[in-house]
């Protein structure tokens, strides 16, 4: 009877583990941390190397070390998070976040952008020559299919995360900690093509999408040094963004 009365109620828990909504049962949020630029590319992009001149060499040799260096402290917070190159994998791969991490080129700035609903993801010529626009160019290589698309509660969540982001890397970037630049915080929507329509966007289903600068190289370099402190202080705001969005 105690055996078979076991079974039944091991059997139900099976059961309304398959039924029950996955934050019911405390299933930890994921989160997608991309190293821009980092190989393998993403089709139609691939001439999209990056900027250099950072401490670390190439913009990608530093983001592939801020990535994972988040990924760590993200799943010690019980974050189930998900290291990304620049080919977003697999296509249309779900979470509670996608943030890309990248640094500028000279003369460039500490930003955060964010996806935004309407228009496209960025075409450009061949692998990604030229100038960003929401149609194919005749020579544009072709892009992987079906994009994702950015709705207003996407653009709605996606803005809170930069909002929080942004706060916290301002906080970092300063002069005692080896920041020369600019600090433009969260772009206006459609004030730079490039980051409000970048193609990573397009390549998730995640709530929210982020897009992250650093800092610029070489003015920023001091700062882009300490990958540890730019790791912990993303890692903490994409935390709390999680936990102001009750799913953490
Ligand atoms: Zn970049």
Not at 103 to 108: I, K, P, Q, R
Not at 138 to 158: E, F, G, L
Not at 216 to 242: C, H, K, M, Q, Y
């Amino acid at each position: 009877m105690l055996r078979r009365m076991r079974a039944a109620i091991a059997s139900m828990v099976v059961a309304a583990a398959v039924l029950a909504p996955a934050a019911a049962w405390g299933a930890r949020p994921v989160v997608l941390v991309q190293a821009g630029h980092l190989a393998p590319g993403e089709p139609g992009y691939l001439a999209q190397t990056g900027a250099s001149g950072n401490p670390f060499g190439l913009e990608s040799e530093f983001n592939r070390r801020v990535r994972d260096l988040m990924v760590k402290r993200l799943r010690t917070a019980g974050v189930d998070a998900r290291p990304q190159a620049a080919r977003v994998t697999p296509l249309g791969v779900g979470g509670a976040t996608f943030i890309s991490i990248h640094h500028d080129s000279a003369g460039g700035a500490a930003m955060v952008g964010h996806a935004i609903t309407g228009g496209n993801e960025n075409y450009y010529r061949g692998q990604g020559f030229g100038t960003g626009r929401p149609t194919p160019y005749p020579d544009s290589a072709p892009h992987r299919t079906p994009a994702t698309t950015v709705s207003p509660a996407v653009q709605r969540t996606s803005a809170g995360t930069a909002r929080r982001v942004s706060v916290a890397l301002k906080r970092i970037f300063t002069r005692a900690n080896g920041a020369r630049g600019r600090f433009n915080g969260v772009i206006p929507p459609n004030s730079n093509r490039r980051m409000n329509h970048f193609y990573g966007f397009y390549r998730t289903t995640a709530q929210s999408r982020v897009l992250v600068e650093a800092g610029a190289a070489p003015e920023d370099n001091r700062f882009l040094r300490r990958t540890g402190l730019l790791a912990t202080t993303l890692s903490n705001a994409v935390v709390a963004d999680l936990k102001a969005r009750r799913l953490l």
